[in-house]
């Protein structure tokens, strides 16, 4: 539907397609003070962001302008895609911001250095928001933050809209893979990249067409930085390709050839980045939002109009049918918020025998502080899993998984299944096979750190019920933390 509204005498018209329960802002309400909008945009961030008491210039920060203007790379695509979302606010309608990735955007490192994650670069971003935009706009952000420790893009590709809620709007979407995806696949055959684009192009393919950005920061080894990531290894290419706006920490502390130490830029593990880095990466996102919305109020003169959505181009790494997952499936135990009772699987999973394992719920992954009894608790790391899991040797878990007929795939469809455990440095091997369909695998959950781990069970699985077997082959901690199916076999898991 088309409406109306007069603004200094000029009229305003916009097309509105229906938006969330509980997300539209009623057409009755005025249009925002877009002389009072322009100032507090015009206003240094510095001066009111959650950081002003700490750091009051890029100096402060360990940057200079040029590293700065370096690290903040605006591309057409997403830019469309982020005026659109400001358009939306400019309507006084609420954001929906997703956060996807590991560790860092879980609050590894601040968790252990402060009393919350308030400083987290999301958060520093909303809290300028809400001091900034919310103010005359009426449009507040809506954060669902889904990122989980040690986890990497290809759990996502199946998984993320069993994390999401009825209610949740996938506006803006930062996306937070450079470090975990290239120490999952860097001893791979295939493109290091090659999970990042399947998600990438996934969360483009949303009809709500969200903007999608990549975060990129830079990992220690006792406070040396460690410039190999994702970034060299094809994800600057997928940004070129797609559009993706990146902000990225190389500049400040790439190349470090002499192995050079940045107590400042990391946290006092000497591996996740400082507060320092997260303001850094909270200012480069502040002012990229800054600029979409004074460009929104400017072409908001001429009437409210969504700018051309792209269609997407021909995949980089792999063939244009391989380039999504088409209705993943999924069934998983391993969730952001152990607070939360909410479960949403895709997947029917029903135990059916077990002999040797326990069922293990709501695990913290990292460190958690977690204010109890407080009416308003500060905002803290909640990443965890659960699952089944064994120690001993010969402990065998089945599972009956009922991949479903038709829908929007034909009843002959075949998918691959594939399952997802955590490693640990306790790991035991397990042998994982589905009936009908061996030889099976065998899995090591071995690793010096925690990650959430995918391996391909079988392909080309036909719809209908199967039993899925693991049996410890050797003894040692193995945690089963779910299982999924994609619409085709999926390689390089």
């Not at 000497?270 to 929104?296: E, F, K, T, W």
């Not at 036909?462 to 085709?488: D, E, N, P, Q, W």
């Amino acid at each position: 539907m088309c409406f109306t509204w007069a603004q200094n005498g000029q009229s305003f018209h916009y097309l509105h397609n229906k938006q969330p329960e509980g997300n539209a802002k009623s057409l009755d309400n005025p249009p925002p003070n877009y002389g009072a909008l322009k100032r507090a945009l015009e206003r240094n961030p510095f001066e009111v962001w959650y950081f002003k008491d700490k750091f009051k210039s890029l100096e402060d920060m360990s940057a200079t302008p040029e590293i700065y203007n370096n690290e903040l790379v605006q591309r057409t695509t997403t830019k469309d895609r982020l005026q659109n979302v400001m358009k939306k606010a400019l309507l006084g309608q609420n954001i929906g911001v997703t956060v996807m990735g590991g560790s860092i955007s879980a609050g590894g490192g601040l968790i252990n250095d402060f009393s919350d994650i308030k400083g987290i670069y999301y958060r520093v971003f909303i809290d300028w928001w809400q001091k900034t935009i919310q103010p005359f706009t009426g449009s507040s952000i809506e954060l669902r933050n889904l990122a989980v420790g040690g986890t990497s893009s290809n759990f996502f590709s199946f998984c993320y809209k069993t994390f999401m809620k009825p209610q949740d709007s996938m506006d803006l979407i930062f996306l937070e893979f450079s470090i975990n995806d290239y120490i999952l696949f860097k001893n791979s055959h295939p493109p290091w990249a090659m999970s990042l684009e399947k998600l990438t192009r996934q969360l483009l393919s949303e009809d709500i067409s969200p903007a999608v950005m990549f975060v990129n920061f830079i990992h220690g080894n006792q406070n040396v930085a460690e410039c190999d990531n994702l970034e060299n290894n094809g994800q600057t290419m997928l940004a070129w390709h797609y559009g993706i706006t990146s902000f990225s920490m190389r500049h400040s502390l790439c190349p470090n050839t002499g192995n050079k130490k940045f107590p400042a830029m990391f946290s006092s593990d000497g591996n996740h980045p400082s507060v320092i880095a997260h303001a850094q990466m909270a200012m480069m996102i502040i002012n990229s939002v800054r600029y979409a919305l004074r460009g929104s109020i400017e072409s908001s003169k001429q009437g409210f109009h969504n700018l051309p959505s792209h269609d997407l181009p021909r995949s980089v790494y792999f063939m244009d049918d391989q380039g999504v997952i088409p209705v993943p499936l999924c069934y998983t135990l391993i969730t952001p918020d152990v607070t939360s009772k909410f479960f949403n699987p895709s997947l029917s999973v029903r135990e059916i025998d077990n002999v040797g394992f326990r069922q293990v719920k709501d695990v913290s992954i990292g460190f958690h502080r977690i204010t109890s009894g407080a009416v308003n608790p500060e905002p803290s790391r909640t990443d965890g899993y659960g699952g089944w899991e064994a120690e001993k040797e010969n402990s065998i878990l089945k599972l009956q998984i009922d991949l479903p007929f038709g829908g929007l795939l034909s009843d002959n469809v075949t998918r691959a299944v594939v399952i997802v455990f955590r490693s640990n440095g306790y790991g035991g091997k397990a042998g994982v096979w589905l009936e009908k369909y061996k030889p099976g695998i065998v899995v090591d959950a071995y690793s010096p750190f925690g990650h959430t781990r995918l391996t391909t069970v079988a392909h080309h699985v036909t719809s209908g019920s199967h039993v899925l077997t693991i049996k410890v082959l050797r003894a040692g901690k193995f945690t089963l933390c779910g299982v999924m199916a994609g619409a085709k076999s999926v390689p390089y898991l």
